[in-house]
């Protein structure tokens, strides 16, 4: 029952709809990250945390839209209806977890701010793979904000159900942009067809459904009369005792209910939330309307005091054995006298009407209601369980990639600036080709900053340094602790005064595929660090001036990492940026710096190829 906007207050069965979507999002988050963290040891918990909440929040959504035309279908869905709000107010609370973390991890700490970035920093749109999804996910976010603040029965009554309802299908646009966040970005970068056929499934069952919803209700708007004055309905025995058949008269959907011998029609939209009056019943001798219960008399279609919902009214009479209501309505709330039944066109048995019928605000729900959406909630919580499962297995392999984060370590070496700012590292007993005997640390400050500004001014020199290790293939990589570098007068005890910077030695001319990527996260600071979902990060984090990595691709599936610089030497940090995360064919010259392999090129010779 409704007054003003304190409609459909709290009660029990609203707690435990809450309680089982609660569950419900726990169980699929429990099984998405614990899976994902059992199968993939090297899976970050940002990478983990983003995706779980990123996926429960869409397939929340999928739940959310099903709810309407499944409960069109078949009626013992309509207490899923009932608090379907809540449910997508969780949707939101989950997009924006994803959201915040996508927009943290991905674009802060860098040279730009964080939603510059998320519209700057995935530049070029000359491919799908390149489209700049995250803004996508942004708008959708937005929308379902929107949707979730105007949620409250206080905003449908101050905008009025119809500017509600309007703004409220703008659900649909949030899905459809989510779909695109999703098909132009994560599975641009994943191989599994499983999530393809999921993406494609969940498409063709939320418009399967709403087809059929749809052909359902026209089945009724086609049986519109011919547009006389008075519209044929059908015969009174045909409506169900305390039920209703719904028109379309004079193009609006009209219910007649029948009360033992009498017949009213009322306009058949709900004023709470444009819900299917007809498809109600009539309790304590009002209309009750299926979704949240709200009540209208008959006669008059006025909600009982104290409240003040109407609905229009129409004249019926009965002739020649047949229900006929008059295409005019009168003004919500007028009372118009109900028509009567003829003895000889009572129906001759009592019809089943009595079945059961679902409203949220008493007390207990019919049993048989009860044990049907049991039974519907059971099918999803294995359904949340098993895509947990599912999704969690079907994404790519993790890299070994390691950053150990909070774990900081003293290292002692020589500051070199080229081929890119690193510490070389005596490495420990070595004997033999001394342009092998150290190994490069590539040095980079924290967040999306390279690092040499930091250390320019001790080229060449013996240092002690303190920073966190980041690992992944032999290659090593050290984010400073700012402040930490200090120059050292002789080199530490043992180390070889001959430790400087690696002659560098010619591999000659090669022509390599693969993928530009920026050394920091590839390295084990983002797991994944690499391919299109991760290009707005890789070009922002090239852009801050972390070297830029090559990673060449072998048919086999194997991977090199080298570094890239241009043919002078010089680095390439702005002039690949378009570049990033995009297949590539490179030529140009190749060399090893002790343990570090380079590829120089100019970018001129960096070439798109196809997938
Ligand atoms: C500010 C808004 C958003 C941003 C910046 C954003 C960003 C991202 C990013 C970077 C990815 C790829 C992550 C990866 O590689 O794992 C992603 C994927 C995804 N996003 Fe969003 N997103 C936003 C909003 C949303 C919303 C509102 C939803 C759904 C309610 C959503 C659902 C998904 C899904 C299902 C995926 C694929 C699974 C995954 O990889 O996380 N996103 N998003
Ligand atoms: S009571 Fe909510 S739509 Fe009718």
Same mark, same amino acid.
């Given at each position: 029952?409704?007054?003003? =906007?304190?409609?459909?207050? %709290?009660?029990?069965?609203?707690?435990?709809?809450?309680?089982?979507?609660?569950?419900?999002?726990?169980?699929?988050?429990?099984?998405?990250?614990?899976?994902?963290?059992?199968?993939?040891? !090297?899976?970050? $918990?940002?990478?983990?945390?983003? /995706? @779980?909440?990123?996926?429960?929040?869409?397939?929340?959504?999928?739940?959310?839209?099903?709810?309407?035309?499944?409960?069109?279908?078949?009626?013992?869905?309509?207490?899923?209806?009932?608090?379907?709000?809540?449910?997508?107010?969780?949707?939101?609370?989950?997009?924006?977890?994803?959201?915040?973390?996508?927009?943290?991890?991905?674009?802060?700490?860098?040279?730009?701010?964080?939603?510059?970035?998320?519209?700057?920093?995935?530049?070029?749109?000359?491919?799908?793979? !390149?489209?700049?999804?995250?803004?996508?996910?942004?708008?959708?976010?937005?929308?379902?904000?929107?949707?979730?603040?105007?949620?409250?029965?206080?905003?449908?009554?101050?905008?009025?159900?119809?500017?509600?309802?309007?703004?409220?299908?703008?659900?649909?646009?949030? %899905?459809?942009?989510?779909?695109?966040?999703?098909?132009?970005?994560?599975?641009?970068? !994943?191989?599994?067809?499983?999530?393809?056929?999921?993406?494609?499934?969940?498409?063709? %069952?939320?418009?399967?459904?709403?087809?059929?919803?749809?052909?359902?209700?026209?089945? $009724?708007?086609? #049986?519109?009369?011919?547009?006389?004055?008075? *519209?044929?309905?059908?015969?009174?025995?045909?409506?169900?005792?305390?039920?209703? #058949? *719904?028109?379309?008269?004079?193009?609006?959907?009209?219910?007649?209910?029948?009360?033992?011998?009498?017949?009213?029609?009322?306009?058949?939209?709900?004023?709470?939330?444009?819900?299917?009056?007809? !498809?109600?019943?009539?309790?304590?001798?009002? *209309?009750?309307?299926? %979704?949240?219960?709200?009540? =209208?008399?008959?006669?008059?279609?006025?909600?009982?005091?104290?409240?003040?919902?109407?609905?229009?009214?129409?004249?019926?009479?009965?002739?020649?054995?047949?229900?006929?209501? #008059?295409?005019?309505?009168?003004?919500?709330?007028?009372?118009?006298?109900?028509?009567?039944?003829?003895?000889?066109?009572?129906?001759?048995?009592?019809?089943?009407?009595?079945?059961?019928?679902?409203?949220?605000?008493?007390?207990?729900?019919?049993?048989?209601?009860?044990?049907?959406?049991?039974?519907?909630?059971?099918?999803?919580?294995?359904?949340?369980?098993?895509?947990?499962?599912?999704?969690?297995?079907?994404?790519?392999?993790?890299?070994?990639?390691?950053?150990?984060?909070?774990?900081?370590? #003293?290292?002692?070496?020589?500051?070199?600036?080229?081929?890119?700012?690193?510490?070389?590292?005596?490495?420990?007993?070595?004997?033999?080709?001394?342009?092998?005997?150290?190994?490069?640390?590539?040095?980079?400050?924290?967040?999306?900053?390279?690092?040499?500004?930091?250390?320019?001014?001790?080229?060449?020199?013996?240092?002690?340094?303190?920073?966190?290790?980041?690992? /992944?293939?032999?290659?090593?990589?050290?984010?400073?602790?700012?402040?930490?570098?200090?120059?050292?007068?002789?080199?530490?005890? @043992?180390?070889?005064?001959?430790?400087?910077?690696?002659?560098?030695?010619?591999?000659?001319?090669?022509?390599?595929?693969?993928?530009?990527?920026?050394?920091?996260?590839?390295?084990?600071?983002?797991?994944?660090?690499?391919?299109?979902?991760?290009?707005?990060?890789?070009?922002?984090? $090239?852009?801050?001036?972390?070297?830029?990595?090559?990673?060449?691709?072998?048919?086999?599936?194997?991977?090199?990492?080298?570094?890239?610089?241009?043919?002078?030497?010089?680095?390439?940090?702005?002039?690949?940026?378009?570049?990033?995360?995009?297949?590539?064919?490179?030529?140009?010259?190749?060399?090893?710096?002790?343990?570090?392999?380079?590829?120089?090129?100019?970018?001129?010779?960096?070439?798109?190829?196809?997938?």
């Amino acid at each position: 029952m409704g007054h003003a =906007y304190r409609a459909v207050q %709290w009660n029990p069965f609203k707690r435990r709809y809450d309680a089982c979507a609660a569950a419900l999002v726990l169980l699929y988050l429990g099984c998405f990250v614990g899976v994902t963290a059992w199968l993939e040891p !090297e899976a970050t $918990i940002e990478s983990l945390l983003i /995706r @779980g909440f990123g996926t429960a929040g869409f397939l929340l959504l999928h739940l959310v839209l099903s709810i309407g035309p499944l409960a069109r279908l078949d009626a013992r869905f309509l207490p899923l209806l009932y608090n379907r709000r809540h449910l997508g107010v969780v949707t939101f609370s989950l997009g924006l977890v994803h959201g915040v973390l996508s927009l943290v991890q991905y674009h802060a700490l860098g040279v730009l701010n964080p939603l510059a970035s998320l519209f700057q920093s995935q530049v070029g749109t000359r491919t799908l793979a !390149e489209f700049p999804f995250q803004p996508l996910g942004l708008l959708a976010l937005a929308i379902l904000f929107l949707l979730a603040a105007t949620s409250h029965d206080f905003w449908l009554a101050n905008l009025g159900a119809p500017l509600w309802k309007a703004l409220h299908m703008s659900v649909y646009v949030a %899905w459809f942009l989510l779909l695109m966040h999703v098909a132009l970005g994560i599975l641009q970068a !994943e191989t599994s067809p499983l999530l393809v056929a999921l993406l494609a499934l969940g498409v063709t %069952w939320i418009l399967g459904l709403h087809l059929l919803a749809a052909w359902r209700e026209r089945r $009724i708007d086609s #049986k519109a009369g011919a547009s006389s004055d008075w *519209i044929d309905v059908c015969a009174p025995a045909e409506i169900a005792d305390g039920r209703a #058949k *719904i028109a379309l008269v004079a193009g609006e959907r009209v219910a007649v209910f029948r009360y033992a011998d009498k017949l009213s029609a009322v306009a058949n939209a709900c004023q709470h939330q444009n819900g299917p009056l007809g !498809e109600g019943r009539i309790i304590d001798g009002c *209309i009750t309307c299926p %979704w949240h219960g709200y009540q =209208y008399k008959p006669d008059c279609g006025a909600s009982p005091a104290p409240f003040t919902e109407k609905v229009a009214t129409y004249d019926v009479r009965v002739e020649r054995g047949r229900v006929l209501v #008059k295409s005019a309505p009168y003004a919500p709330g007028t009372r118009v006298e109900p028509a009567c039944i003829p003895a000889e066109s009572m129906p001759r048995h009592a019809s089943s009407a009595a079945s059961e019928f679902f409203v949220g605000y008493l007390p207990s729900a019919p049993p048989g209601v009860l044990r049907f959406v049991r039974g519907a909630a059971l099918a999803v919580f294995v359904l949340a369980a098993a895509l947990g499962c599912a999704l969690a297995a079907s994404q790519r392999t993790f890299a070994a990639g390691r950053f150990e984060f909070g774990q900081l370590r #003293k290292f002692s070496g020589v500051i070199a600036l080229e081929p890119a700012t690193s510490l070389l590292l005596q490495r420990p007993g070595f004997v033999g080709d001394q342009a092998a005997a150290h190994s490069h640390y590539l040095l980079v400050a924290p967040g999306k900053h390279g690092a040499r500004d930091l250390v320019q001014a001790f080229d060449g020199r013996w240092v002690e340094v303190e920073g966190t290790l980041v690992h /992944r293939a032999g290659q090593a990589m050290l984010e400073l602790k700012p402040g930490s570098i200090v120059a050292l007068a002789a080199p530490p005890d @043992g180390a070889s005064s001959l430790a400087v910077s690696p002659k560098r030695r010619a591999l000659g001319p090669v022509t390599l595929r693969g993928e530009i990527v920026d050394s920091k996260c590839h390295l084990g600071v983002m797991n994944p660090g690499e391919l299109a979902a991760h290009r707005a990060c890789a070009t922002l984090c $090239i852009r801050g001036g972390i070297p830029v990595l090559f990673l060449a691709r072998g048919s086999n599936a194997q991977q090199r990492q080298m570094l890239l610089v241009g043919s002078d030497g010089r680095a390439l940090n702005q002039e690949v940026l378009a570049l990033v995360a995009d297949p590539v064919e490179i030529t140009g010259e190749l060399s090893s710096w002790g343990d570090l392999l380079v590829l120089a090129a100019e970018p001129a010779q960096i070439r798109r190829i196809s997938h």
